[in-house]
């Protein structure tokens, strides 16, 4: 199963991501997560997107298409994936498209978590992990971009009938529980 769960910051996909993967048995690929590694392990990509991401914008299309590229290619994402944080612009989903169809695949859900902006503001304030782009000012970034450059990526997989809307409020496990009853 290749699933994509699309959401604003905050909205919950990196939690739910993660225990998704138990429950239908495919890896959660985080763009973030791998670029907080990155970061991290100060690898050379690290060093180019960490001013980019400290700042709450996003990092180039052609950076992420290719990270994406070569995860994906390996083994343990032959059975599918849940992408969490990717496409998040329309040119990283044609470039998604591109890529899944030269290699004779397709995605097979679309979930849009659903989360009013006052929810969304409160639950990252409140995350307190200490991320560098979790601070007020860098969250109003973040929600500006998500408005201008992410969400036509919801309209995008509307357009091809694939996109199914799931309430992001409730519990963990209410949510969760819708999630999956929107994939089967
Ligand atoms: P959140 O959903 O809370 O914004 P993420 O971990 O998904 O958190 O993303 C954090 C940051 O990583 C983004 O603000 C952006 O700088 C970068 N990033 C992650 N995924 C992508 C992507 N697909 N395209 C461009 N930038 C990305």
Do not use: H
């Not at 914008?57 to 944080?85: C, F, N, R």
């Not at 097979?108 to 000012?137: C, K, M, S």
């Not at 996109?163 to 819708?178: D, P, S």
């Amino acid at each position: 199963m290749r699933l994509i769960l699309f959401g604003p910051p905050g909205a919950g996909k990196g939690t739910q991501a993660k225990l998704l993967e138990e429950k239908i048995g495919v890896r959660q690929l985080s763009t973030g997560d791998m670029f907080r590694n990155a970061i991290k392990n100060q690898t050379p990509l690290g060093v180019k997107v960490k001013a980019i991401m400290d700042a709450g914008k996003l990092v180039g299309d052609d950076v992420v298409v290719e990270m994406v590229a070569e995860t994906i290619s390996k083994p343990e994402y032959a059975k599918g994936y849940i992408l969490d944080g990717f496409p998040r612009t329309v040119a990283q989903a044609e470039a998604l498209d591109s890529m899944l169809s030269k290699r004779g695949e397709k995605i097979d859900a679309f979930v849009a978590l659903e989360v009013p902006d006052e929810q969304l503001i409160a639950r990252l304030v409140n995350r307190g992990q200490g991320r560098e782009d979790d601070t007020p000012d860098k969250i109003k970034v973040r929600l500006d971009v998500y408005k201008k450059e992410t969400a036509p990526v919801l309209a995008y997989y509307e357009g091809k009938g694939q996109a199914r809307l799931v309430n992001g409020l409730g519990t963990i496990e209410a949510i969760q529980q819708r999630i999956l009853d929107a994939v089967v």
